[in-house]
């Protein structure tokens, strides 16, 4: 079974202040997706990154960047300097490929973030 | 990137009566559609797994005569919360895969905020 694990419930940093948002997962696939997506308080998903299990190359876009380390399981996120617009909810998930399961995601918990002016 | 459209985005409704969403696959063919629910700061907990032509493959707890899925087209499935009440309000979300293989994945729609009186 898959496992995602946000162990930051709640994260409150000040505007301008780096933050990373930590992701476990757990997995018996060899080949999976892990995704981060932020959630506003109107609801949507919105789409972050998608990262192959096979692509273990960190990702820089703009102030967000992402590590991910096979080794540990974890595909950490980062935003740096920090602005009051990234307050949300942050969800980071798992999604499988194989057969009838292909696309089937797991979330974490979720991290919410207050940035604070 | 692939979009999925559901519809309606919010509906109140009372108590009793039943309510259909739908999730379409705007410029691809979705053989697999997922649905998800999230309850107030809550993550998204899988429902049911619908395969197009195939009966839905409900989550353990989900009611499968009180959520009824159809799938009927590759780019279409629709979500009905049958004799609904209050403790069904929540957010539903879809998403759809363009289907098996490896490398997969699965693209979200933007939610309905169903709300029960």
């Known amino acids: 079974a898959q496992k995602v694990t946000q162990a930051q419930t709640e994260i409150s940093v000040v505007e301008k202040e780096d933050v990373t948002l930590d992701c476990v997962y757990e997995?018996?696939?060899?080949?999976?997706?892990l995704f981060w997506y932020k959630q506003p308080p109107s609801g949507e998903l919105v789409f972050l990154i998608r990262r192959n299990s096979f692509d273990e190359q960190n990702e820089i876009s703009g102030r967000y960047s992402w590590n991910f380390q096979k080794s540990t399981s974890s595909f950490n996120f980062t935003i740096t300097a920090s602005q009051v617009v990234d307050s949300a909810v942050y969800f980071c998930?798992?999604?499988?490929?194989?057969?009838?399961?292909?696309?089937?995601?797991?979330f974490g918990d979720g991290t919410t973030l207050t940035v604070k002016p | 990137g692939a979009v999925v459209s559901q519809h309606p985005s919010w509906v109140i409704c009372k108590s009793g009566t039943s309510v259909k969403i739908e999730c379409r696959s705007l410029?691809?063919?979705?053989?697999?559609m997922f649905w998800y629910r999230q309850f107030p700061k809550q993550s998204l907990m899988l429902m049911a797994t619908s395969n197009e032509g195939s009966k839905a493959t409900y989550e353990q707890g989900v009611e499968k005569d009180k959520f009824l899925i159809n799938h009927a087209s590759l780019t279409l499935s629709t979500l009905t919360v049958t004799s609904a009440h209050p403790e069904d309000s929540s957010f539903y979300i879809c998403s759809a895969s363009l289907g098996t293989g490896m490398n997969t994945e699965a693209f979200f729609g933007q939610g309905t905020r169903l709300t029960v009186v």
């Open positions: 410029d691809f063919q979705a053989t697999t």
């Open positions: 998930a798992l999604s499988e490929t194989y057969n009838t399961n292909a696309g089937k995601s797991t």
């Open positions: 997995t018996r696939d060899t080949t999976y997706y």
